[in-house]
């Protein structure tokens, strides 16, 4: 299975003796063709809120003193956290925690140090089975029998770059530890520093941060909830939890109206098989979606789901898995496109856009991207330099309000991806343009994303779809959200620097 770290393979059913003879050989190789067009879809059938930072310690916490030396007024400053990187998780690999690795979960807390105590913060560790999935202890389909209860190699520490703290110097002796390891992060961008410290607790540890975790999911209503934004998902009537969103959130508090600003996100898919001769049209409506295991923590979800579509002819029961892993102000979706062999003698031509579809509560919002700079004002109406609108495909777009409630996506495509498809973008804001099925009729700041497949070239092809939450969003920030991947932060652990790697594509 591919590991969780590169992106979890949809993977298509299969039975343990397939088949064999050219009719199911055919029958394979078409539904993995017709396949690939889906892969993509769900990374856009999402939205997940954001909180704000908590910078104040908790009054119900009992400090730890930190031992501390005299020093010279230059090293004290070298002692003070500067780093001012508000949006990143940081994931650390057991693998790169030495001697800790092999204690119990249960023995783990994760410390800062602010004006010389010892603060505790949240984090999480998620574990990884031998063959490196994740191991998911809830839902359905859940393998949290794979649980070791300890710190493997390939497990993962979670913990968020702003709640680190000064560095506690010499390193800080806490009763009843065995061992305290100090984690350090830089930021690339300015030098700022910060620092935890990860402590392994003989006896019983004392409690947990009891702040609230960054992202509240509730499985039984499909709702997420932080401090600041609300979202819910839709239970279908047989009972599937999708990814489709029915309420979409963002509070005052982070510059948004608490009010629902899409309408849907749209897929329309055209397929043409043997040499043009037999068509195919699809929408989002022909996908089902429900998730099977999920993983919840201070830091991050993470919900497995499974998807699955009809095709005419009677072909049918295609399934295939995607992760989406929901931090506090990022949404990641890693996939694997695989393409096999034989595709391109079924598929003669594929053609796919997509793009959200907002409501008309986003009227009066606005819209920029990578190559249009110059925000547009989303009102339903086409103006002139809505009508010149760039159609090279970007690197980022953001939608945000008045106040600045803001989404910026972006995606992460492998340079080799441009030799099979050819992408290019167009800019629709007209209330009098329907494009059916939707919920309110007519289409308004619709950024449609067009895929035309130029030739099947059978491999394997990482992607990554990311949705940030900027608070308070003026144009330029973008490059807060940018920079958690194209400058992310360095981990220092015993003389070793590594990079902050949430997901890779290539």
Not at 215 to 238: A, G, L, M, W
Not at 273 to 294: H, K, S
Not at 336 to 360: C, F, N, Q
């Amino acid at each position: 299975m591919q590991t969780a770290a590169a992106g979890l393979e949809p993977t298509w059913r299969r039975e343990e003796n397939p088949p064999t003879g050219p009719r199911c050989r055919f029958q394979r190789t078409f539904l993995r063709a017709v396949s690939i067009v889906f892969v993509l879809f769900p990374a856009f059938r999402f939205q997940v809120s954001y909180a704000t930072a908590t910078d104040f310690p908790d009054p119900t916490q009992t400090p730890i003193p930190v031992q501390k030396t005299a020093h010279t007024g230059k090293d004290d400053g070298t002692m003070a956290a500067t780093i001012n990187r508000r949006m990143d998780p940081v994931l650390v690999r057991g693998e790169w925690l030495g001697g800790i690795v092999g204690s119990p979960l249960r023995s783990l807390r994760l410390y800062r140090s602010r004006k010389g105590q010892l603060e505790p913060i949240r984090f999480q560790v998620d574990e990884r089975t031998s063959e490196g999935d994740w191991i998911f202890p809830h839902g359905k389909k859940n393998n949290g029998d794979k649980s070791n209860g300890l710190l493997d190699a390939r497990d993962v520490l979670l913990f968020m770059a702003k709640d680190a703290g000064e560095r506690a110097h010499p390193d800080p002796a806490i009763p009843g530890t065995s061992s305290v390891l100090e984690i350090g992060i830089e930021d690339p961008v300015n030098a700022g520093r910060a620092w935890v410290y990860l402590a392994v607790f003989t006896a019983r540890p004392p409690p947990l941060c009891p702040l609230p975790d960054y992202v509240r999911y509730n499985y039984e209503t499909e709702e997420i909830f932080t401090d600041v934004s609300y979202t819910k998902f839709i239970i279908t009537k047989k009972g599937l939890h999708t990814s489709f969103s029915d309420v979409e959130a963002i509070l005052p508090s982070a510059g948004g109206d608490g009010r629902n600003h899409l309408d849907r996100m749209k897929t329309r898919i055209q397929i043409r098989f043997f040499f043009n001769l037999i068509p195919l049209t699809v929408t989002e409506e022909m996908l089902g979606q429900d998730v099977i295991a999920y993983i919840t923590g201070p830091i991050r979800v993470i919900r497995r789901l499974e998807q699955f579509f009809k095709l005419p002819f009677g072909l049918h029961g295609l399934t295939s898995y995607t992760d989406l892993h929901l931090y506090e102000r990022i949404t990641i979706v890693p996939a694997e496109i695989h393409i096999p062999k034989g595709a391109s003698k079924v598929v003669s031509s594929a053609r796919t856009w997509y793009g959200a579809d907002l409501s008309p509560n986003a009227i009066g919002s606005y819209f920029r991207n990578s190559e249009n700079l110059e925000p547009l004002i989303i009102d339903g109406r086409m103006s002139e330099m809505e009508r010149h609108f760039c159609p090279q495909a970007d690197k980022w777009r953001v939608i945000y309000g008045p106040g600045g409630g803001a989404t910026l996506f972006r995606s992460i495509f492998p340079p080799e991806y441009s030799d099979i498809v050819e992408v290019q973008e167009r800019y629709v804001d007209d209330v009098t343009v329907k494009t059916p099925p939707e919920r309110y009729p007519g289409t308004i700041g619709l950024l449609e994303t067009e895929v035309v497949t130029k030739k099947m070239k059978s491999g394997r092809y990482h992607i990554l779809m990311e949705v940030y939450f900027p608070p308070h969003y003026r144009p330029g920030d973008e490059a807060d959200c940018l920079n958690v991947r194209d400058r992310p932060l360095r981990i220092r652990i015993n003389g070793e620097t590594h990079a902050n790697q949430l997901t890779r594509a290539g």
